[in-house]
């Protein structure tokens, strides 16, 4: 057994102190990971595994370097903060690293409010089990499914940080999923599509026979695809891909590429991005979401902020390092690993919900391409120049007609996402909730 997390981060504070450190902030991480898997009627794979990490930065003047470890012996504590501060004597300076100042951490929260943990006891392999294999009958129940790969998953991860500048907080979460591949046709003619669903509470898990139906019903949709023709049209991004596309906005409004001067909004500060009527907000204090978290990894508190509003870009995503360097205050937007310094990134994230469902905005289209996968991309960071492979199904006359593949979408963000027109369909549950988004002055390049 370890020893408590909170113990963790104080000894290693202390072993930074001695050291030499002039401040430091550390972060002791404690997992359990269990996952069943499912292949043509075996089981392929059972795997658990428990571990402790333990990171600590240390901070001598300007100076910082990063530590890390597995063992959380004293003595490995020990050796490990005079390696850090060793490693900060010969590090470059950095006149924008350093602590927050104690009157800007969290002083309280309420970790109960975001029910991030199941209270619910872990659940046996043999739960898992029953998951996956009910995921998977369900799928091959389904005429024409030739195989199936199901998958059924538990993991609860704790976190405490704690800083010589007075803070000390820590929280957990926990996860439970389940997930199938349905594979349809053989050789060339091989088609395949998956489902999947993932909560906090167990009881919240829908049935895992939907699943594996659903991941069928995909599969079976898609023989006979090919590839459509090559030019401009107007593309729809089902739900499972949307985020995506918002995922790009949130990259290049990233503190850091904006300080580097690397994003292609790095000038749109106060101008309109999105149309007129959405917005883009970030709630890391939304309960039982994935992302949600009652302070960042700077130890300050978080809060729900607009990062689009009306269409309008409101501001950048920081932390401490880059609203310095920007000379702006932090979003309390850090985040970070045992290993590294933090950075910004960001939380739950809402884009405003339309009106209209994905079948209307199908009809609407008229002729065009609805994407359900996206296979590689090349993205210009500071551009926005934008290709990505595809596949989903050729629309015509407002109604689907037949599946494609091998296709590349070709296009520019900033005018991207200023046409999008979003559909009614987010899921709720997820952290990044974001629907169908039908988009204007896109290429296609196919047959």
């Given at each position: 057994?370890?020893?408590?997390?909170?113990?963790?981060?104080?000894?290693?504070?202390?072993?930074?102190?001695?050291?030499?450190?002039d401040a430091a902030d550390a972060m002791a991480v404690a997992g359990t990971a269990l996952s069943i898997d499912i292949r043509q009627g075996r089981l392929e794979q059972a795997e658990r595994s428990e571990g402790v990490e333990i990171g600590l930065r240390v901070l001598l003047g300007r100076r910082q370097a990063c530590v890390s470890a597995s063992d959380t012996a004293a003595a490995t504590i020990a050796a490990l903060a005079e390696r850090a501060v060793a490693m900060a004597r010969e590090a470059p300076e950095d006149p924008f690293a350093g602590l927050a100042d104690p009157g800007q951490i969290a002083r309280s929260w309420n970790v109960e409010a975001l029910e991030?943990?199941?209270?619910?006891?872990?659940?046996?392999?043999?739960?898992?089990?029953?998951?996956?294999?009910?995921?998977?009958?369900?799928?091959?129940?389904?005429?024409?499914?030739?195989?199936?790969?199901?998958?059924?998953s538990y993991s609860r991860r704790a976190v405490h940080i704690a800083a010589t500048n007075g803070f000390a907080g820590g929280y957990a979460?926990?996860?439970?999923?389940?997930s199938a591949v349905a594979f349809t046709g053989e050789g060339t003619a091989m088609e395949r599509d998956w489902a999947g669903e993932q909560r906090i509470f167990q009881a919240d898990l829908p049935d895992p026979a939907t699943v594996g139906a659903l991941a069928a019903d995909r599969a079976l949709a898609r023989p006979g695809a090919r590839k459509p023709r090559t030019g401009?049209?107007?593309?729809?991004?089902?739900?499972?891909?949307?985020?995506?596309?918002?995922?790009?906005?949130?990259?290049a409004v990233n503190g850091q590429a904006v300080a580097r001067g690397a994003s292609w909004l790095r000038d749109a500060l106060g101008q309109q991005v999105l149309p007129r009527g959405l917005s883009v907000i970030e709630d890391p204090l939304r309960p039982r979401a994935a992302q949600s978290r009652p302070f960042d990894a700077e130890g300050l508190a978080t809060a729900r902020r607009l990062v689009i509003d009306d269409g309008i870009l409101t501001g950048w995503t920081l932390d401490l390092a880059t609203a310095r360097k920007l000379g702006l205050a932090s979003t309390a937007n850090a985040s970070r690993g045992t290993s590294a310094p933090p950075s910004p990134g960001t939380s739950n994230i809402d884009l405003t919900q339309g009106t209209a469902s994905r079948d209307d905005l199908i009809r609407d289209m008229g002729t065009g391409l609805l994407v359900t996968a996206l296979l590689g991309s090349s993205i210009n960071a500071t551009t926005g120049d934008y290709s990505r492979g595809a596949s989903g199904f050729w629309v015509e006359n407002g109604q689907i007609a037949y599946p494609v593949n091998e296709v590349t979408i070709a296009g520019n963000l900033r005018q991207m996402l200023r046409t999008i027109v979003p559909a009614d369909d987010a899921r709720p549950h997820l952290s990044t909730r974001v629907p169908s988004l039908l988009v204007e002055g896109l290429t296609l390049a196919g047959a």
């Open positions: 057994m370890h020893a408590p997390l909170d113990t963790l981060t104080e000894a290693l504070l202390t072993a930074a102190r001695r050291a030499g450190a991030l943990v199941d209270p619910a006891a872990e659940p046996e392999a043999a739960m898992l089990e029953s998951d996956a294999r009910a995921a998977e009958a369900a799928a091959l129940a389904r005429s024409g499914i030739t195989q199936v790969e199901a998958s059924a979460r926990s996860s439970r999923s389940v401009p049209c107007p593309v729809l991004y089902d739900e499972r891909v949307a985020a995506g596309l918002i995922g790009h906005l949130l990259s």
